[in-house]
């Protein structure tokens, strides 16, 4: 069975600073792993994925992920934070050969003005 | 942008009653999804719907829950006796037609409340 953790409840971060959500996972075989955004009263936004290829990937907004494969963990980031970052962050995993995505609890990510 | 929307925003129920879900996918999108999410907990797979039949459903989607797509532009989700635990944020998905791999995108959600 697949699934996620994202250990924190709440990541808050001062605005200009680094913003770092963390994220590891459990599949069988090669993960396809997903990070979701959501703001209040709206539906989960995607941000990014990760298929295959370069570890490094980018999204929308300015943030980007690192898959790392050994670590089994796929962290968000995003170099300098801003106060319309705060919301709610979702990651995902999906087993190839399978359609449902497995989410982690989400982490409420709060940037102090 | 395209977005999948859904109807309605909130719906209150009694204990025992049949309520239907509505989602209009993205239109190109031939693979739909719903999910759902119980208060304070992760949001669950409910079940994935492609070419007019249930491609994969997880163990809540019992008989009570049913799936439909009605014509070219709904597809609904239906809880035929609903009880007290299916409160919750239900979120319908859909995705590209290419593969698996693409993302799935999601509505704002029907919060379902069962009193």
């Known amino acids: 069975a697949q699934s996620v953790a994202q250990p924190e409840d709440q990541v808050n971060v001062a605005e200009g600073n680094p913003l770092t959500v963390k994220c590891t996972y459990s599949?069988?075989?090669?993960?396809?792993l997903f990070w979701y955004v959501q703001y209040p009263n709206r539906g989960l936004q995607f941000l990014l994925k990760?298929?295959?290829?370069?570890?490094l990937v980018k999204g929308s907004y300015g943030f980007e992920a690192e898959f790392n494969k050994s670590q089994t963990s796929f962290h968000l980031k995003k170099p300098s934070a801003l106060v319309s970052d705060s919301a709610l962050y979702f990651c995902?995993?999906?087993?190839?050969?399978?359609?449902?995505?497995?989410f982690g609890k989400g982490n409420q990510v709060v940037v102090i003005p | 942008e395209p977005e999948v929307t859904q109807t309605p925003s909130h719906q209150v129920t009694q204990m025992g009653q049949e309520v239907i879900l509505r989602c209009v996918p993205i239109?190109?999108?031939?693979?739909f999804y719903w999910y759902r999410q119980i208060l304070g907990q992760k949001v669950e797979f409910l079940v994935s719907?492609?070419?007019?039949?249930?491609?994969?459903k997880s163990e809540i989607f019992d008989d009570q829950f049913s799936v439909e797509r009605p014509d070219g532009s709904n597809f609904t989700l239906k809880i035929r006796s609903t009880k007290l635990e299916d409160s919750a944020m239900y979120f319908c998905?859909?995705?590209?037609?290419?593969?698996?791999?693409?993302?799935?995108?999601f509505g704002p959600g029907t919060r379902l409340t069962v009193t």
């Open positions: 998905a859909s995705s590209d037609a290419r593969g698996l791999e693409f993302e799935q995108y």
């Open positions: 990760y298929i295959t290829g370069d570890n």
């Open positions: 599949v069988s075989g090669n993960p396809y």
């Open positions: 995902a995993v999906r087993a190839y050969g399978n359609n449902r995505l497995a």
């Open positions: 719907f492609y070419n007019n039949e249930i491609s994969e």
């Open positions: 239109s190109n999108h031939l693979y």
